[in-house]
T-cell receptor
Framework: QKEVEQNSGPLSVPEGAIASLNCTYSDRGSQSFFWYRQYSGKSPELIMF????GDKEDGRFTAQLNKASQYVSLLIRDSQPSDSATYLCAVGGGYNFNKFYFGSGTKLNVKP | DTAVSQTPKYLVTQMGNDKSIKCEQNLGHDTMYWYKQDSKKFLKIMFSYNNKELIINETVPNRFSPKSPDKAHLNLHINSLELGDSAVYFC????????????FGPGTRLLVL
């Protein structure tokens, strides 16, 4: 079982819609959760992080964490074509406190 | 100002060669990392150094040897390159070692022929 699982996609949504990206993790002791965006041929860039159960909003982005279900999600409201990228979920601070595990990413296509 | 830089950006080499990739960060961070991203976009940690001390050493072939001359630099040397080493190698840094926000370099695209 992989430490972090994501649906590889592609997830296609029309411009202006809400895109919902999901991630599950295996280490129940994980403490920090991150969403990175990676454009093709570029390096990952941090979009959001969340440490506590519940929702965290930043502009058009909302991260949701449910530690009981070991589930973290990212909602992108009013999706734009420029949001088209691969979104990587990352989880850290678990049984190996220093480690940071990435999912394989979900490719998002926002169609104009 | 580049926060995390890597050289070279592209590296094409023959099987069996030895090569090095360099990484530098000017963020004043204590911790640096090397990741490998394969063709399926899976990003996997290889090594991590905190204040020049190795703290994460994943199961990678011992042909890969990291070196941290100071906390702003983390280099990766690869001996006897193999076809399967072809990937994008990312350097990253974070303020400290407790797996908080990481900042990635631009990546080094390695192709072994």
């Amino acid at each position: 079982q992989k430490e972090v699982e994501q649906n590889s996609g592609p997830l296609s949504v029309p411009e202006g819609a809400i895109a919902s990206l999901n991630c599950t993790y295996s280490d129940r002791g994980s403490q920090s959760f991150f969403w990175y965006r990676q454009y093709s041929g570029k390096s990952p860039e941090l979009i959001m992080f969340i440490y506590s159960n519940g929702d965290k909003e930043d502009g058009r982005f909302t991260a949701q964490l449910n530690k009981a279900s070991q589930y973290v999600s990212l909602l992108i409201r009013d999706s734009q074509p420029s949001d088209s990228a691969t979104y990587l979920c990352a989880v850290g601070g678990g049984y190996n406190f220093n480690k940071f595990y990435f999912g394989s990413g979900t490719k998002l296509n926002v169609k104009p | 100002d580049t926060a995390v830089s890597q050289t070279p950006k592209y590296l094409v080499t023959q099987m069996g060669n030895d090569k090095s990739i360099k990484c530098e960060q000017n963020l004043g961070h204590d911790t640096m990392y090397w990741y490998k991203q394969d063709s399926k976009k899976f990003l996997k940690i290889m090594f991590s150094y905190n204040n020049k001390e190795l703290i994460i050493n994943e199961t990678v072939p011992n042909r890969f040897s990291p070196k941290s001359p100071d906390k702003a630099h983390l280099n990766l040397h690869i001996n006897s390159l193999e076809l399967g080493d072809s990937a994008v190698y990312f350097c990253a840094s974070s303020q400290d070692a407790d797996a908080r926000t990481q900042y990635f370099g631009p990546g080094t695209r390695l192709l072994v022929l």
